[in-house]
């Protein structure tokens, strides 16, 4: 059953009008991104099917029109006060991101929400407000593995995804091919 939250002219208002959770947060990783993307002047494509662990290829117009690819991934779980947050990543997704010999970079993006809906997002005239933020990590290069369903990553929270941070890994892209 849709919760009820109020009442406008005679509409009822709901806090989720029928899509899964993780649909929202899908949709939800998706915004901040490409928030991001955009404050940071990144054009963004959205890759489907997603057959090869790539939601977003990120670009932009630097002299070698450098390119980057995205895998998003949400998450309400308990960071802990850690250095970096532990992720149990689904082991198709860690061998795509693995992968070393490719024309673009992958990185996997990991946006924390609060784990209450009607915390997400605030908004009125004056701002928009996303809760809580992204991190990025390359897994480029790391061991395969013989899980058979999630492998754990290491997430470093210092590896916070801002507009600087964007423009500095395409810079980094453009300059060298790699992060």
Known sequence: MVPYCG???????????????AAMQECFGDAFLLAVAGAAGCAVSLRRPDDDSIDWTLSCRLSRRPKLDVQMKTWTGDVGGGEVIRY?????????LILTDLCAPRVLVLVLLPANVEEWLVLSEEEVVLRRCGYWVSLAGLPRSENEATVTVSVPQRNLLTVEALQEMMARVNETGAL
């Open 88 to 96: 149990p990543l689904r082991r198709k997704n860690y061998d795509d």
């Open 7 to 21: 009442e406008i002219s005679g509409l009822a208002l709901m806090t989720n009008l029928g899509m899964e959770r």
